[in-house]
């Protein structure tokens, strides 16, 4: 049995359309397996976001409890060692100098204006000038 043009034209048609449609079936699934595979993805990006947000937030606490045990220590530190400086600080008043040393020393160590005013019985404003004239000069 011979077969004429147009049947074996239409065998290789219908050939191709079988391998269009399995094609189209295979790109379907593909398509289907990205799209899932999209939505974990995705999934997985969001709880990593929300993880690390939790994490800044708790390294954020952690730094935040360790600067002010810092600054505590440092008080401290400032009081065990210069208990008779404060003594003789409250009775007479230190020269300029020796305040712009000590308000520099005690920035350097990380207080800030305010703690550095308090332990040193100067005005908060003097105590934020030499720190500004200071990162000036």
Known sequence: MRLTDWQIISLIGL???ALSTLISFALFIMLRRERRARRELSSIASEIEENLAALDRD?????ERLAE???NA?????RAHDEESCDALSQAKP???????RVLKL????LDARAIASMLNVPHGE???IIGLSRVA
């Open 15 to 17: 050939a191709l359309s």
């Open 59 to 63: 390294v954020k606490s952690v730094s």
């Open 69 to 71: 045990q810092e600054r």
């Open 74 to 78: 440092l008080k401290n530190e400032w």
């Open 95 to 101: 020269s300029l100098t020796e305040r712009r040393y």
């Open 107 to 110: 920035a350097r160590r990380g």
């Open 127 to 129: 105590v934020e000038l």
